[in-house]
């Protein structure tokens, strides 16, 4: 199944979109994989910027923010461009100025948008990667702009009811737990990107 990228300097590969129960052992490493297959086709000059969308005054939508945190906190990368913690989040209110903020501040750069989202029951707990900008807000009936190159969404409770009742009760456990994997493979993926790109290899320190 061919995967068509929706941006200059990349053409059709064989990467599919990707989705994968968080809890799974090798979901880690191939969430990581499959990011960094992404990130390695885009020019050594294009810079990556990672958008975490969401607010901390509701559990279910909490995942953006709490990715943001968790890299911020763990990541020691020099190029990571991060935008959404839970001191500071991107929501619904400054989504549009950040963004505005972010195609003023780089030149033409690739963002990954981070999310939570709702969906089937058979998939809570899955952690999604797509093709194309996130439509945030989409579940609860906002119009916000879409968002980034590719997206990163993690499934966190059942849609198609009560969206804002649900994600007021998502269980925090599950959030943070996919928040960790999901900024665990973004770190990874960055760090081992940014090790083969001869412009910043001397840069960067491993364990």
């Given at each position: 199944?061919?995967?068509?990228?929706?941006?200059?300097?990349?053409?059709?590969?064989?990467?599919?979109?990707?989705?994968?129960?968080?809890?799974?052992?090798?979901?880690?490493?191939?969430?990581?994989?499959?990011?960094?297959?992404?990130?390695?086709?885009?020019?050594?000059?294009?810079?990556?910027?990672?958008?975490?969308?969401?607010?901390?005054?509701?559990?279910?939508?909490?995942?953006?923010?709490?990715?943001?945190?968790?890299?911020?906190?763990?990541?020691?990368?020099?190029?990571?461009?991060?935008?959404?913690?839970?001191?500071?989040?991107?929501?619904?209110?400054?989504?549009?100025?950040?963004?505005?903020k972010i195609n003023r501040q780089f030149d033409n750069p690739f963002i990954v948008a981070v999310d939570a989202c709702l969906g089937q029951v058979s998939s809570v707990g899955c952690i999604q990667v797509a093709d194309g900008p996130l439509k945030p807000g989409a579940g609860v009936n906002k119009d916000l702009p879409p968002v980034g190159n590719i997206h990163v969404t993690g499934i966190v409770n059942v849609g198609g009811f009560m969206e804002y009742f649900v994600l007021q009760n998502t269980r925090l456990s599950l959030v943070m737990n996919m928040a960790n994997v999901i900024g665990d493979a973004l770190h990874s993926a960055l760090r081992r990107t940014q090790a083969y790109s001869p412009s910043i290899k001397t840069a960067l320190k491993f364990d």
């Open positions: 199944m061919k995967f068509q990228f929706g941006f200059d300097g990349m053409k059709d590969t064989d990467l599919a979109p990707l989705k994968i129960q968080h809890t799974d052992a090798d979901t880690p490493f191939l969430l990581s994989k499959h990011l960094q297959a992404i990130f390695s086709k885009l020019p050594s000059y294009q810079p990556i910027v990672i958008i975490c969308v969401g607010t901390d005054r509701s559990t279910g939508d909490s995942l953006g923010p709490l990715v943001g945190s968790h890299l911020n906190r763990t990541t020691n990368l020099r190029n990571l461009h991060l935008f959404g913690t839970l001191d500071e989040p991107v929501h619904a209110m400054n989504l549009a100025d950040t963004v505005e």
